[in-house]
């Protein structure tokens, strides 16, 4: 069975702060989001801005096939979704060799996860390292 806590969805009761906060103070407003029931199964909908409080969801695991999205607000500044080639990036918040997913026009990304690690991370500045950032570990 897929629990919440599988899915990612703990992450969004990290809330905390209070509106309106100064745009980029990551660690003061409030990344709670609304997001949408889980319809069908292997579906996962992720909130993208949950890293930046909740170290827990910087990692998932989640099974080969199936579908995340992430999902964030630019209503703090913008965010974007870049997928890291490695760990060592990942770990390193080194885009050098990333390829953009998702810019900030948007407000969603959705993927299907492979059989292998999957590796994203915003690349605004100071968010990777700010924790906006996501391992996919799929079994
Ligand atoms: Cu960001």
Redesign the pocket.
């Known amino acids: 069975m897929r629990s919440a806590l599988l899915c990612g969805l703990l992450g969004n009761a990290a809330g905390f702060g209070s509106y309106p906060a100064p745009p980029e103070d990551h660690a003061d407003h409030d990344h709670d989001m609304d997001l949408p029931e889980e319809t069908e199964p292997g579906s996962h909908t992720l909130n993208?801005?949950a890293g930046f409080t909740d170290t827990l969801a910087r990692e998932q695991t989640i099974p080969a096939g199936d579908s995340i999205t992430l999902m964030?607000t630019n209503d703090y500044?913008?965010?974007?979704v870049y997928m890291m080639p490695d760990k060592e990036a990942f770990d390193a918040c080194d885009f050098s060799d990333a390829t953009m997913l998702a810019d900030s026009s948007v407000t969603e990304y959705t993927f299907t996860v492979a059989e292998e690690p999957m590796y994203f991370a915003?690349?605004?500045q100071g968010?990777c390292f700010g924790g906006?950032k996501l391992a996919v570990h799929p079994y």
């Open positions: 993208w801005q964030w500044g913008s965010h974007n915003c690349e605004i968010h906006q």
